[in-house]
């Protein structure tokens, strides 16, 4: 991932998986990550899972209006109840501001 520019927005998921439907997870994973490339906003996406089904997705938007837009997705709204109904015990979302931001490469 780039640097990030200073005030954009990150929206960090955390959540731990169900053993439900893991082929029904995995394509609306995907649908998603697809539709979020298409928002106005959308500056990149970021996820790990651990085999224990705990996971941390942070997704990068330009603004909360952006992000906030995404939320409200209607598309996004009903892969977020499926979510709910099947496909994780809990989770946790914090929506934060960049006030820093910088990376590095190994020479």
């Known amino acids: 991932m780039a640097r990030l520019p200073i ?3 990150s929206v960090i ?3 731990q998986r169900s053993d439900a439907d893991a082929d029904g997870y995995a394509q609306a994973a995907h649908a998603m ?3 979020a490339q298409q928002q106005p906003g959308y500056l990149g ?14 997704s990068y938007w330009a603004s909360d209006t952006d992000a906030k837009a995404w939320r ?11 979510g709910r109904d099947r496909w994780y015990m809990h989770y946790s979302l914090h929506v934060a501001e960049v006030v820093r931001s910088y990376d590095w490469v190994k020479p």
Do not use: K, N, Q
């Open 7 to 9: 005030g954009s927005t």
């Open 45 to 58: 996406m970021e996820s790990v899972r651990g085999a224990d089904g705990l996971g941390i997705t942070v």
């Open 33 to 35: 990550d697809a539709l």
């Open 72 to 82: 409200d997705h209607p598309e996004h709204a009903a892969i977020r109840d499926a």
């Open 13 to 15: 998921f955390i959540a």
